[in-house]
């Protein structure tokens, strides 16, 4: 192989190595939960462009957040099978580009966010990346709480864009929010069922390392889906969202119980990987659908 070609190939590699810094996928629910936000906050005519430097801030702070994950966690990603081909682990980059990439991500999402939309809304972005990365991932090895105490950092985004839009904390914001954490519990824990071995090995306190039986993890699972059920009806209830939304959000957040129970029934990773694509399809049909549905405010 010729010496330009390896150097192409190096390049191309550490290229694709800092866009998986960044977590992609989480970056994109970051990217649609707080566009659903800001729409459903907005008042009047929504201010695009607004919406958009909001979500790119909002964004940057969560790519950051992400690489800088990687950087606390690349020893812990060696012992997992679905993580060590990440770029640490891998050798693609190194510690010290991973740490200034996230910072440098971070402060300028702090800053962008700022100038977009304010103190409120960019501190809430700073409190998401510290609380994340202070609070959650240290946790992950000491407590199986970690998860509850990371739901709520991943819940903040729709408040961003609900604040970027209108300039406060209200009782839309908190909906929002509410949503989002319930959304959370049996997404991640049946990811966690996945993958226990992995966590295992890398000594992650994930439920399903603790809970060999997957007694408490389904039974979490299922509470948190049916109180979810409850969560998704306020907006139409509170006056945010309309009667389409209303029994289209039964529909969505009940049919996800009966994903969740089947699940339950029998605990193989073949189901909890079903379960995980319905968590994955079941946000974006409700805040689609919320959106559509919008009260006039």
Known sequence: MSTARSTELTLSARANGYVALTKPDVSFLVLMTTAAGYYMGARGPVGWLHMLHAVFGTMLIAAGTAALNHYIERQ???????????????????????????????????????????????GLGVATCLSYLLAYTPLKKRTVWATFVGAFPGAIPPMIGWVAATGSLDRGAWLLFGILFLWQFPHFHAISWMYREDYAR?????????????????????????????????????????????FGALVISTALVQVCLWAASNKTNARAKWLMHATVVHIPLLLGLMVYDKLPR
């Open 202 to 246: 890398a000594g992650i306190m994930m439920l399903p390392v603790v809970d060999r039986e997957g007694t408490r993890t389904f039974r979490q699972i299922i509470l948190y889906a049916v109180a979810l059920v409850g969560m998704s009806l306020l907006p139409a209830i509170l006056g945010l969202a309309g009667v389409m939304y209303f």
């Open 76 to 122: 812990s990603d060696r012992y997992m099978r679905r993580t060590a081909l990440r770029p640490l682990p891998s050798g693609v980059l190194q510690p010290r580009e991973a740490l200034i990439f996230g910072v440098a991500l971070a402060i300028a999402g702090a800053v962008d966010l700022y100038a977009a939309a304010g103190a409120l809304a960019s």
